[in-house]
């Protein structure tokens, strides 16, 4: 029988592991966009986007995908039937690894955007959401460097997980912390 270690799983990604590709986030683009409201798509992308700046995770913001790189990619853009589904089949093909932040997308329809989706998950790319995202790269509460940041990040722009946030400091105080410590 294995034995429980607290370690980090080898398929959980890290801020220096993966480069972050966010394709298309033009605004003339998302009034078209009907498969998520604008301004949850819009704090979705935000909520991405500042989560690799706190982790330095290497970013490619494009209306192509025309830069190279190695290892894992994470894909977030509009819309998801095009500027999803070509690049994240392509680096399937090629060999890669790829993410797909599903609620950092968007299409011209849920029809749309499912099909995408579906698509590409069962080409093998590993769909998941913002908050996972950001979750994700900071792992573990006692990560205290990062802990102020990815909690203000959550509050602006992580919705309902963000005003729990709010909540937990306003019930139990301003020393509260998820890692059991004052932060």
Excluded at 4 to 23: E, N, Y
Excluded at 41 to 62: M, Y
Excluded at 79 to 86: E, N
């Amino acid at each position: 029988m294995p034995t429980a270690k607290p370690v980090p799983g080898k398929m959980l990604l890290s801020p220096t592991d993966h480069t972050l590709i966010m394709i298309d986030f033009q605004s003339q683009m998302a009034f078209a966009t009907k498969s998520i409201d604008p301004v949850m798509l819009r704090n979705n992308a935000a909520l991405v986007a500042n989560a690799a700046r706190i982790f330095n995770v290497s970013v490619i913001p494009t209306t192509v995908a025309e830069k190279t790189f190695s290892g894992p990619m994470v894909l977030a853009g509009l819309w998801t039937s095009v500027c999803i589904v070509g690049p994240a089949l392509s680096a399937l093909d090629q060999g890669f690894e790829v993410y797909v932040i599903a609620d950092a997308c968007g299409d011209v329809s849920d029809e749309a955007h499912d099909r995408a989706i579906e698509r590409v998950v069962q080409a093998g790319a590993r769909p998941m959401t913002s908050v996972q995202y950001l979750l994700e790269l900071q792992r573990d509460w006692a990560r205290t460097e990062t802990y102020d940041a990815v909690t203000g990040l959550a509050k602006t722009f992580g919705g309902a997980y963000g005003l729990g946030i709010i909540y937990a400091k306003t019930m139990l105080g301003p020393h509260a912390s998820e890692a059991g410590k004052a932060a």
